[in-house]
């Protein structure tokens, strides 16, 4: 009973699996307008649809070391929506072309950095914007294979404070942070800390 039990669960799970598409279940190879799987000899495996016995439509790709794109196919290609899932955090999702990244997309960092803008050959190019984990903007502006190339001007979130009047002291450390506060520096800022240094 107990395996009866456990073979039905099988087949209901391979059932919710397949039933993603509306083309029929592919049977055996070649595949053709069809929805189905295949594992590779490299232990890759690929579920979704095929056209032409290639991968054409919506499908999810695993490689074997657990690296995952989710999305559209052509002619064996990721192409267009998609997103990508590594083992080691990071994802991307967006616009891919040829099996690159290409368009508009988001990559996040599994330390939290992320970056939201375009993308040509799989490197940012183009308009972007790169974030740290808190959220704030880090860069923004123009990219050129994945270098940052050209600014553009951020609206400052923060309001710098009118500074107190200094205290006298001796101190070095102090003077000198005093004399960055009669700068118009705001303590905490990287122009602040670059005035100290």
Known sequence: ??????????????????????????????????????????????????????????????????????????????????????????????????GKYHGQGKFTWADGWYYIGQYKDSKRNGLGTQYSPNGSVYQQGLWSDDNFVQAQSITPKVVPVAPKPPAITSNPQEIKRQKCIRLGLAPGSSDFQQCMN
């Open 1 to 98: 009973m107990m395996k009866k039990i456990l073979l039905s669960f099988c087949f209901l799970i391979s059932g919710i699996t397949l039933a993603q598409s509306n083309l029929p279940t592919c049977i055996s190879p070649p595949f053709n307008n069809c929805y189905g799987e295949w594992v590779y000899e490299s232990g890759d495996k690929y579920i979704g649809e095929w056209f032409n016995n290639k991968k054409n439509g919506q499908g999810t790709y695993t490689w074997v070391n657990g690296n995952k794109y989710v999305g559209q196919w052509v002619g064996n290609d990721y192409n267009g929506q998609g997103s990508m899932f590594f083992t080691n955090g990071n994802k991307y999702q967006g616009q891919f072309m040829s």
